[in-house]
């Protein structure tokens, strides 16, 4: 048995959790005001890309790879005490338009649900 558990971000929480990492993690940010977010998907991989214009309207464009994105939005989650168990196999989706983080794991079945999730959620994602 599989357990399956999605968090989907709204662009603007997905833009802070990247922008949160970057500065956090002393890497360049372009300069400007985020205009635009879409994901392009290709082979089961999420790529995100920002749009910013500056102040004379010049746009430019970031592009993120899923790993990257992957790692700002659950230390996203984790600044916020949402929590993400270790155990969890992790990706990217986009679902309805907006990035979603789809987990799963495999329940073993020989053993209660209510000690699966107790086991689960005593091991945080650090």
């Not at 048995?1 to 890497?27: G, P, T």
């Not at 985020?34 to 910013?52: P, R, W, Y």
Request: one cysteine or more; hydrophobic letters at 40%; aromatic letters at 4%.
């Amino acid at each position: 048995m599989r357990e399956l558990r999605c968090i989907i971000f709204s662009n603007q929480e997905l833009i802070s959790a990247i922008i949160d990492f970057k500065r956090k993690n002393r890497m360049t940010l372009p300069i400007g005001t985020v205009s635009g977010c879409e994901f392009i998907a290709q082979d089961e991989v999420v790529i995100t890309k920002i749009t910013l214009t500056d102040d004379y309207n010049a746009t430019s464009e970031m592009l993120i790879d899923a790993t990257e994105v992957a790692a700002a939005v659950v230390n996203y989650c984790l600044e916020r005490k949402v929590p993400i168990a270790r155990s969890y196999t992790k990706k990217l989706e986009v679902m309805d338009g907006q990035l979603t983080l789809v987990m799963t794991m495999t329940v073993d079945t020989g053993k209660s649900m209510k000690h699966q999730g107790a086991k689960a959620a005593a091991a945080p994602h650090r």
